[in-house]
DNA sequence: TAGGGTTTT
């Protein structure tokens, strides 16, 4: 059976080989049986086509046909052969001719691909033609939402796209035997992945025949690619194009003006030739970077006063019927400016002149900034010379470049590929999940750069997509089976979890294809007026989400040209609508498929918004001043001013696009709230902990949190219980704060002595004036770290604690006088500091401060106001024991000089002095006077004694209190107070 | 205060 195979249909075949491989090589009987079915079923299928088969024709006029027979030798000799051939070669419609004939197509399909949708639907309807059919016959075409192939098909036309997607469920393309691979110098995502996956695969399917056409460039590189495969080139049925270099002078700041000069000077030259050589006048394309040089240039070129000549701009933007306008038939001269849309993607017909800027807008995306960036830059060599062949289609045409030749040389060959320049999050989900491997082992022509390939797998991680290990999730499996963004896929599958799938929907589908909107230049205005019902001031999201609606409603009630009218009087491309509504329908498909839930209810804002913002957490921003706002990675964005949104300009909003262009934009936003994102963005955001802090009240210490959202704070300082985020600085604080400085109620009856014991400690240091009495608290925390266990870090571990320790353990926890120390305290230091004084039965509370700094410093004696009276106040100048000797030794050397000579050495006159005093209520000086007369026979006049320059704690302070012992007067002048 | 061009399970 296996010789057969060969006869057999490639389909059928394969399943066959799979079916054996399945069984080890030893197929039952049923399975013989059923394959025996498929065996029949693929031999009818070749049968069939082999009969059906024309030799096909090639029409004499094309380059292409003179090479028809060593196109095809090369075919039937090699696997892989390169054809290179500018445009009107028709290579595009006769190698799948020549294929044909070669017999391919019969066991399988012949798969040609095109980088549009426009060009796959129009090169199989041009090959059909030329088959004498029409597509759906031999030659069908496939892209999204249409597929005109059949069992009849041996040609199947399609975007690569498609091709690339049929990969994920035939991985061996087993429905081919031949694949052409069209356009494979544009160099799009789509091409390169292909062909490095058709490199793999050729190995795995001898049989394949893979054709690479190309224009005339590059073709070298892609037959390395491929192994050294042959290259045929083809010759172009073009005319000659004249290039001539015209650099711009003048001003170089003012670019526009230059392109304006230039443009004009180019047009006297063409007016000049068409003079001479007495030619009509022919129409003109003007490459220019943007919409915005589009529209001035074009004013100006109206204005210019150019005999019979039309100005028409076309960039992709542009509705379709003011694009189709290019086609319609035109009398004198037509001059069209446009962007790169007319490089590759539309073909202007009848052009013979081409004026080129050499510049063009060129996405880029930046791996630092996570921006995707529109620099206007020099257009490569490759780009410049398709440009040029533009106008030589139907007769030899002049290019005018507006720079000069040594800048043409100096510029880069080729445009950078796409995969260097785009970020590589949806190739890698989709690389991973169809099994095709590890993107750094690909056989990229050009392999993207690691931090282009890392940043892609970063933006997976933040969308869930893949864990940190970059391990596809389910989450990821589920995003890859959507046709999307995997931003947006992100989006979808959290809004059927928050229940606003059904708007969520709408909106992704929207936000994939090009804004419906239409803003015809001279109807602006109108424009504006006829979307304003649309329009959502907190979110653009919103704004679509009405459109749609609008767009549903009528729907249901119109006829498909009532509709169409009712959309362009609403200023909606039809054709976008449908297009959105197609991506509408295919996703609703799809969520069904992947079981995701549809809202019957209509969704909150927030609930909506939070799913958008699960796809965009990179695009978070907060407003800094009126137009200006801080996003993520600290970038300065501001929103674009087409959003209804940059006129309430909220707080917080997210952004389904930054790009940058004149400046870094934010394109399609919404207000949010700053709450919603920490919980979206666990996995990304970055919590900084600090100020840890111990807080009586809940006998815990707490901290500060910051959250931040790549470098964005979305929370600024959050109060936090912080035992979760360092246990081992709570318990310290916990022992220092709490236990040695005492600033904690415990129950623990080992505190409270050990309070005690410390409070008479540290009174009896006020009461000496001296510091050296007690240790310091590090041997008091030193004390408690010893006898805490590790994980008692607040007060509720350490009451739970205590509550179990046994007797001995409780008596371990008591401070003992040696343990708090540092010296023996004076045994008389009672007497010598008493707490009160004593006067005629009354006792009069003193206190101690230590703290010369102080109010307070020294002794304060508190007396009741009705007492104040009876206060004897010359009993208060002789202080207390303690610190009679000092005053004494203070006053004598306050003395005037001539005075204090006479007892010197001062502290032994005085402590003889003392021996004879007593404290009385007489005055102390006036004693102290007397004692040292008696010494030394001179004589103390008493306004010769210091009075209040004495330092503060030599003076008692004395505190009058009201009945309720509220202090109500303080002072060290007794006498004042009193007559107060 | 204004943006090049494509494609899809």
Same mark, same amino acid.
């Given at each position: 059976?296996?010789e057969q195979?060969?006869a057999?249909?490639?389909l059928?075949?394969?399943?066959i080989?799979?079916?054996?491989a399945r069984k080890?090589g030893?197929p039952?009987q049923k399975d013989?049986?059923?394959m025996?079915?498929w065996?029949?079923?693929?031999?009818a299928r070749v049968?069939?086509?082999q009969?059906?088969h024309? @030799?096909a024709?090639?029409p004499?006029?094309?380059?292409?046909?003179?090479?028809?027979?060593?196109?095809r030798?090369?075919?039937e000799q090699?696997?892989v052969?390169i054809?290179?051939g500018e445009t009107g070669?028709g290579?595009?419609?006769?190698?799948p001719?020549?294929?044909?004939?070669s017999?391919?197509?019969?066991?399988g399909?012949?798969g040609?691909?095109?980088?549009?949708?426009?060009?796959?639907?129009t090169v199989?309807g041009r090959?059909?033609e030329e088959?004498g059919?029409?597509t759906g016959?031999?030659?069908g075409?496939?892209? !999204?939402?249409t597929?005109?192939t =059949?069992?009849q098909s041996?040609?199947?036309?399609m975007?690569d +796209?498609?091709?690339?997607?049929?990969v994920q469920?035939?991985?061996f *393309?087993d429905?081919?035997?031949?694949l052409?691979i069209?356009e494979a110098?544009?160099?799009s995502?789509?091409?390169d992945?292909?062909?490095?996956?058709?490199?793999?695969?050729?190995?795995?399917?001898?049989?394949?025949?893979?054709?690479i056409?190309?224009?005339?460039?590059?073709? %070298?590189?892609?037959?390395?690619f491929f192994?050294g495969?042959?290259v045929?080139?083809?010759?172009?049925?073009t005319?000659?194009?004249?290039?001539r270099?015209?650099?711009?002078?003048?001003?170089?700041?003012?670019r526009?003006q230059g392109?304006t000069d230039?443009?004009?000077?180019?047009?006297?030259?063409? %007016?000049q030739h068409e003079?001479?050589e007495?030619q009509?006048?022919?129409?003109?394309?003007v490459?220019?970077p943007?919409?915005?040089?589009?529209?001035?240039?074009?004013?100006?070129?109206?204005?210019a006063?150019?005999?019979?000549?039309?100005?028409? @701009?076309?960039? =992709?933007?542009?509705?379709?019927?003011?694009?189709?306008?290019?086609f319609?038939?035109?009398?004198g001269?037509?001059?069209?400016?446009s962007?790169?849309?007319a490089?590759?993607?539309l073909t202007?017909?009848?052009?013979r002149?081409?004026?080129?800027?050499?510049?063009?807008r060129?996405?880029r995306y930046?791996?630092r900034s996570?921006?995707?960036r529109?620099?206007? %830059? @020099?257009?490569s060599?490759a780009?410049?010379?398709?440009?040029?062949g533009?106008?030589?289609?139907?007769?030899?045409?002049?290019?005018? /470049?507006?720079?000069?030749?040594?800048d043409f040389i100096?510029?880069?060959?080729?445009?950078?590929?796409e995969i260097?320049?785009?970020?590589?999050?949806s190739?890698?989900?989709q690389m991973?999940?169809s099994?095709?491997?590890?993107?750094?082992?690909?056989p990229?022509?050009?392999?993207?750069?690691?931090?282009?390939?890392n940043d892609?797998y970063?933006?997976?991680?933040?969308?869930?997509?893949?864990?940190?290990?970059?391990?596809?999730?389910? *989450?990821?499996?589920?995003m890859?089976?959507l046709?999307l963004?995997p931003?947006?896929a992100?989006?979808?599958v959290?809004?059927s979890e928050q229940?606003?799938?059904a708007e969520?929907?709408?909106i992704?589908?929207g936000l994939?294809?090009?804004d419906p909107?239409?803003r015809?230049q001279?109807?602006q205005?109108?424009?504006?007026?006829a979307?304003a019902p649309?329009?959502?001031? &907190?979110s653009?999201?919103?704004?679509?989400?009405?459109? #749609?609606?609008?767009?549903?409603?009528?729907r249901?009630e $119109?006829s498909?040209?009532?509709?169409k009218?009712?959309?362009?009087?609403?200023?909606? =491309?039809w054709?976008?609508?449908?297009?959105w509504?197609?991506?509408?329908r295919?996703?609703? *498909?799809i969520?069904? &498929?992947?079981?995701?839930?549809?809202?019957?209810? =209509?969704?909150?804002?927030?609930?909506?918004?939070?799913?958008i913002?699960?796809?965009?957490? +990179?695009?978070?921003?907060v407003?800094?001043?009126k137009?200006?706002?801080?996003?993520t990675?600290?970038r300065?964005?501001m929103?674009?001013p087409?959003?209804?949104?940059s006129?309430?300009g909220?707080?917080?909003i997210?952004a389904? &696009?930054?790009?940058?262009?004149?400046r870094v934009?934010?394109r399609?936003?919404?207000?949010?709230?700053?709450?919603?994102?920490?919980?979206?963005?666990?996995?990304?955001v970055k919590?900084?902990?600090f100020?840890p802090h #111990?807080?009586?009240?809940?006998?815990?210490v707490m901290?500060y949190?910051?959250?931040?959202?790549y470098g964005?704070d979305?929370?600024?300082k959050r109060r936090i219980p912080?035992s979760?985020?360092d246990?081992?600085?709570?318990?310290?604080l916990?022992? /220092?704060?709490?236990?040695v400085? +005492?600033?904690?109620?415990?129950?623990?009856?080992?505190?409270?002595?050990?309070?005690?014991?410390l409070?008479?400690?540290?009174?009896?240091e006020?009461?000496?004036?001296r510091r050296?009495l $007690?240790v310091?608290?590090?041997?008091?925390?030193?004390f408690?770290e010893?006898?805490?266990?590790?994980?008692?870090?607040?007060?509720?571990?350490f009451?739970?604690w205590?509550?179990?320790?046994?007797?001995?353990?409780?008596?371990?926890m008591e401070?003992?006088e040696?343990d708090?120390?540092?010296?023996?305290?004076?045994?008389?230091a009672?007497?010598?500091?008493?707490?009160?004084?004593?006067w005629?039965?009354?006792?009069?509370?003193l206190s101690y401060?230590?703290?010369?700094?102080?109010?307070?410093d020294?002794?304060?004696?508190?007396?009741?106001v009705?007492?104040?009276k009876?206060?004897?106040?010359?009993?208060?100048e002789?202080?207390?024991?303690g610190?009679l000797?000092e005053?004494?030794?203070?006053?004598?050397?306050?003395?005037?000089k001539?005075?204090? !000579?006479n007892?010197? @050495?001062?502290p032994d006159?005085?402590d003889?002095?003392?021996e004879?005093?007593?404290?009385?209520?007489?005055?102390l000086a $006036?004693?102290?006077?007397?004692?040292?007369?008696r010494?030394?026979?001179?004589?103390i006049?008493?306004d010769? #004694?210091p009075?209040e320059?004495?330092?503060?704690h030599l003076?008692?302070?004395l505190r009058v209190v009201d009945?309720a012992?509220k202090?109500i007067?303080?002072g060290?002048?007794?006498?004042?107070?009193?007559?107060?």
């Open positions: 059976m296996m195979l060969d057999c249909n490639q059928e075949a394969a399943r080989h799979k079916l054996v080890k030893r039952g013989l049986e059923k025996a079915q065996l029949d079923r693929g031999q049968t069939e086509r009969a059906m024309k @030799p024709t090639f004499a006029s094309l380059p292409v046909s003179e090479r028809v027979d060593d196109i030798e090369a075919i090699n696997q052969v054809i290179a070669s290579k595009t419609t006769q190698i001719k020549i294929c044909m004939n017999g391919r197509g019969i066991r399909l012949i040609h691909t095109q980088p549009r949708r426009i060009a796959a639907r199989a090959i059909a088959l059919e029409q016959g031999q030659v075409y496939q892209v !999204r939402f597929d005109t =059949s069992d041996r040609v199947k036309v975007t +796209g498609i091709l690339l997607s049929e469920h035939d991985r *393309l429905r081919y035997d031949t052409i069209d110098h544009e160099r995502l789509n091409i992945f292909l062909m490095g996956y058709l490199r793999q695969l050729l190995p795995k399917r001898p049989d394949l025949k893979v054709i056409t190309s224009a005339t460039i590059e073709v %070298e590189r892609f037959s390395q192994n495969a042959p045929i080139e083809v010759s172009g049925r005319y000659p194009v004249d290039v270099y015209r650099s711009l002078t003048g001003d170089e700041d003012d526009d392109w230039g443009v004009l000077r180019a047009m006297e030259e063409i %007016e003079r001479a007495k009509p006048p022919g129409d003109v394309l490459f220019l943007g919409e915005r040089e589009i529209r001035s240039l074009s004013k100006v070129l109206r204005h006063d150019l005999r019979h000549t039309e100005v028409l @701009p076309l960039y =992709s933007r542009l509705s379709n019927q003011e694009q189709n306008r290019i319609q038939g035109h009398r001269r037509r001059i069209v400016l962007t790169n849309v490089e590759t993607s202007v017909p009848g052009i002149y081409v004026i080129d800027t050499g510049v063009a060129i996405s930046s791996v996570k921006i995707q529109l620099p206007i %830059e @020099p257009v060599q780009s410049a010379n398709q440009r040029a533009r106008c030589g289609r139907v007769a030899p045409g002049i290019c005018f /470049r507006l720079y000069d030749e040594t100096n510029r880069p060959e080729y445009t950078d590929p260097l320049r785009t970020n590589l999050a190739v890698i989900l991973t999940t099994g095709l491997g590890d993107i750094r082992h690909f990229f022509l050009e392999p993207p750069d690691r931090r282009l390939i892609g970063k933006l997976l991680e933040e969308l869930g997509a893949v864990d940190d290990k970059r391990r596809v999730t389910n *989450l990821g499996r589920t890859a089976r046709p963004d931003r947006l992100r989006m979808l959290i809004s229940g606003s799938l969520t929907l709408v992704i589908a994939s294809v090009q909107r239409e015809p001279d109807k205005q109108a424009a504006d007026q979307h649309f329009n959502d001031k &907190e653009d999201f919103l704004t679509l989400l009405n459109i #749609w609606n609008f767009y549903e409603e009528q249901q $119109l498909q040209n009532q509709l009218k009712v959309c362009q009087k609403s200023f909606l =491309s054709m976008r609508m449908r297009e509504r197609d991506i509408h295919q996703l609703t *498909l969520c069904r &498929e992947q079981k995701l839930k549809l809202n019957r209810d =209509s969704a909150s804002y927030e609930s909506l918004h939070k799913a913002l699960a796809g965009l957490l +990179g695009q978070v921003a407003k800094l001043e137009k200006e706002y801080l996003a990675r600290n300065k964005v929103i674009f087409g959003s209804k949104v006129k309430t909220p707080k917080w997210v389904a &696009e930054i790009v940058e262009t004149s934009f934010a399609v936003v919404a207000k949010i709230e700053p709450e919603w994102i920490e919980p979206l963005a666990g996995h990304v919590h900084h902990f100020e #111990w807080e009586q009240k809940r006998a815990q901290g949190e910051k959250v931040s959202l964005l979305i929370i600024a912080y979760k985020v246990p081992a600085e709570c318990r310290n916990f022992i /220092r704060r709490a236990l400085e +005492g600033d904690y109620q415990s129950r623990a009856p080992f505190i409270a002595r050990n309070r005690e014991l409070d008479t400690v540290e009174n009896l006020r009461k000496t004036r050296d $007690l310091e608290d590090e041997v008091l925390v030193a408690y010893q006898r805490l266990p590790a994980d008692i870090v607040s007060g509720r571990h009451e739970s205590w509550k179990q320790l046994s007797a001995d353990q409780l008596r371990d401070l003992t040696a708090i120390l540092q010296r023996p305290v004076d045994e008389q009672d007497s010598l500091y008493p707490d009160y004084l004593e005629e039965g009354v006792r009069y509370p401060e230590f703290e010369p700094t102080s109010e307070r020294g002794v304060t004696l508190q007396a009741p009705m007492a104040l009876q206060l004897p106040a010359r009993r208060l002789w202080l207390v024991p610190l000797r005053k004494c030794i203070a006053l004598v050397k306050g003395l005037p001539a005075l204090r !000579r007892f010197v @050495p001062v006159f005085v003889a002095a003392l004879n005093l007593q404290a009385s209520n007489e005055p $006036l004693q102290l006077g007397e004692q040292l007369r010494m030394t026979g001179v004589r006049d008493a010769a #004694w009075q320059d004495l330092p503060k003076r008692m302070n009945d012992g202090p007067a303080e060290r002048e007794t006498e004042k107070l009193q007559s107060e």
